[in-house]
């Protein structure tokens, strides 16, 4: 902040119409140190942004065309998969840093685009960009040009999965914090990790359709990518091993939730795994840890998250069975997406890490 | 906030276990000018705040005795019906201000207490509560030393009709501003108003039962009380005017939706309503006119405003049947409770009237 | 049923790729009488009806093209409102009893097509169409040729209020039992009614839309009809009585939920209510009256009757407010749409009247 | 049926006042073999059964002592685990045919109890007694004494992952239709099976308390069982397999779905898969093939079978993981519960299979 307590930085959001666009311009409205000078919205141009989130009602902007770039210190992009690529060098002209929270930038090589999704036009700048992940990734952050929010599902499986690999429960071969490591998703492992996720309805956008329609939607235990989900790509690139990876549909609109079946090669014991729990995130402001306490909430789940930046991970022993079950729950449009990108911008521009992202959440709360 | 930036004021929680007694926790550990030094509890003594509120785990606080008072700037009291009228002598020794969230100091005679709730124990301190809503009650609530926060349903009620009668719309004798005015409720006039309210489980409070369990609870539309609700005697106190009164539990947490069905006596164009409720309400910072304009939320409800302070008033005109229709949606634990009873704080102590009050709630959410 | 128990009557669904089309199909199939020999689909074609109707996997039929009809002993038409009024004369080519969901017949007189819809273009047949709710008009649909069945909204309010004019509670001048009374919809008294309506998310179709995706549709309580709702027309029509009408969307799926408030001009005891409510519904199979019992469950609740063609009703006197209170439960697919036309199938053919419509719901059961 | 076309059994339920003895109620009074002659409840003796089961409200029966038991062909026991061990004998003395939905006979060993149950005090009777679930142990049942309901996420689990098994593709050592085969459990193959169960709060049963409630339970993906639940047990029993068992609560009322990721020694192709399913269900009247077809609806989904003794079940391969992931949805308190004894009890007494069992369940319905 300013001396006078005024936001020192300009910021932008391109594709601010839809649901992570709006939830970008709720945190930066509310941001100490950043202006939001301008939204996009090539559907919505001259509405307010309230015509589209009533939560933003009392926020002074409309939509403006995204062809029509202002000159801002960061722009964040919440557009479609596709659109970023394209468009980066018109965004980099138009801002210092760039946050992206598509998947444009999240991988490391044109060989994993190519794999994973349907190739990509800018490869050369793929070494510029780092994910927005801090607790992966913090030190690379800093000062970085093109910031790749990470991926919901993604985000969750690594959170939960990150100290067992910096722990050597888990053998894999993690990336984070060593910039440059581009061939890691070659694992020699063989521990099996089985992730199952529970999303919410809001992963699928603001776009509508009968799948995601209320009465076809509602109540779902829904298999919806029972397997070869992208998210995987981020995981393995990340942690180095490849995960089996089944994503449900549920009730709730915002949340991921992550359980992680993991059957380390040798015995691991609770003290283990609280030593390697409370190492990776003591000092992380987002990360709690929540394993068997007292009460109603002893595990992690998304509604105790909802609206918060928070990541909750828990963890059992299942000795029986050789297994470990973690569990990591987030908001999917905040550490999944929105507000992991402002934890990130705010890393990157030197910037207290919390700013804007203090909101505690709710309780009670529903499905939120 | 002292010239250090720290609170400078200190408060408590008599109550903190329940689901208001959190929300007023979480509200007063983000507000810049108190600092919580007590929350109590009966059954959780000695445990966290956050093993009743997975919200508030990072709060450094555990449950204290409720017999152990501990002398603080302001008192808040979440407590059941009846304890407050019973302990006010204790509240009043220990807190210079206190704030009631019960029904307790709400009504303005013994007499109302008879007829509505099981009487009184110290009705010669009636006289010294003031009702918490500052956009019926603002002038006199500075300084107050009893406030009393307003119940849920009759705070949304008011809050959707105080306009009409400021207009002279409707013909009753509303008290507000006007203190002392004891004889309001014997209205004169026979303006039919119906007032047909749907609420969110989180009014039923922590405890449950076979009625709020989960699967008797979930996807209700249930006549709760169909007839004779307390909050009946509210609205006609401050309102001057028997309204018919039917409330429903629906499948939400948090909220209350108050629709009003009103029959004036004379012709009302669009533009006498659009005056009488900006007139009403332009200046307030927790009160949004949302009536008929384009997009998906075109009225108020209770989603838009679940987690803040915010009342979303609207209204249509239904000229075949010389009705008015009034649409009135707050968060019961907010507006409707604990909210209310931060921003009515704030006014008797002289603070910023929005201050601990400015989260703008989510889009999208589900059920709060 | 035929001697050997075989299906003696041919059916045909046109339309039967949407929702009110499948619960047709879902009631004739497993109708003693109907065997279900077509159901078009223009967007399906070819499909299974499974491919749409998730429980009717097992029911081996095909979606055929709307142009090839069939002929029939009966045709119901689950077409969005206007198709039914262009096709009725190959519709009636196709089969002897014509079972119309939409409102295109519902109507006594062009005037009010012209008033609350778009017109009518076959006003000439309009005096042909008898009004599908038994309950109502059980008398005149015996040999019906084109039966109208009920909207959900109206079905419900008028359920709910008939007693009160058969009894001469209220003074309106009601048509059921008495055919050819046309002009009933300009009514001479002033007795106020006030409907306040709760539906559920299947009354929008299968279409879907922004407004009613699951992110944007969960959790709320939205005012979608404040005023001018269609369903006024049959509710004057049939009761005789205008009606002040507001319609709110809820979180369920299926299911329709008018609270009345009615206004009556003398006094009226609880005797004379169930006396009233007694006397008309003892007999009917498909209406329980529900009124302030033990229990969970006390009054009428849509998810009480999901799935079935079960009517609620109930109701509770106010008399400080000289007001009685009726509430009224449907499930908005069955007793208003699909199990109503089905119920009219059976009287207009003279066949048992609750065949195919025996299914008692489900219990618990959550937001059906 | 009798010739007359009346029921020709006479029925009972021990615990009619819970959610599956309401369930079994509701079977068993559309089915056309069986008339229920007593219901007991301590709670509400004397209370109709609508007053627990508003959907049996149109029922003529009131709840009775427990301590006096009509002598009745069959006895459906729907008691919390332990009270049938302890009244079995009073339970066969007053019918033929004893069906426990309880745990209480599930197991064949006395050391399998004192594993994971509080020890057996009838042990010499587990050997009289057989596992319900006709898909597995259809043959045994013919004419059982003692018919042991099975536990609802074990028979989602077993009816999944049975087809693996008698194809050889998973080696574990199935037990069903070879009774006596009492030592199973101990499984010499390594095959890694995780199972990752999501259910509705209807597994809660209806008594309520905090966790339940309607303002807590709403919305989460809650881990309630992270390792160790009690229906591996059942499980081993059957497949000779431990599996890797972790149970999520979601937000639904009825349903269990189970994801089960498994990793079988050698390759499988797609067809191996089908023909396994296709093989082992395609004769059965409640199992239903759902893999990958068209619609929304194209994998097993329990609000798809809500109310219905349907089971779904459905594949998908992952060969880059070297694993196959199952899905398998029920109704819990159907297929899991009071559908299966009922089920087994046709099967046990010679009656037609499907004998009120033929709801075919609702679309579009929402979290049934």
Known sequence: MSADGEPSLTASVVGGSGFTGGELLRLLSGHPEFEVVQATSRSYTNKTVGHQHPNLRGMDLRFSDPEDLESVDVLFAATPHGVSMERIDRFREAAGTVVDLSADFRLDTEGQYDEWYDGHDRPELLDKAEYALPELNRDNLEGAEIVASGGCNATATILGLLPLFEADILGGDAEQSSAGDQNSSSSGNDEQVVVDVKVGSSEGGAGGGEASSHPERSGVVRPYAPTGHRHEAEIEQFLGIDVSFTVHAVDMIRGASATCHVFPDGP????????????????????????????????PEPKAVAGTNKAEVG???DPGNKRLVVFSAIDNMMKGSAGQAVHAANVALGLEETAGLEFAGLHPVGAP
Chains 1, 2, 3, 4 share one sequence.
């Open 268 to 299: 691991v014991s609770k003290g283990d795994l609280w030593g390697a729990y409370r190492g990776q995130y003591e000092d992380e402001p987002f990360v709690d840890l929540v394993a068997g306490g007292g009460g109603v909430y002893r595990y």
């Open 315 to 317: 963890f059992e022993l």
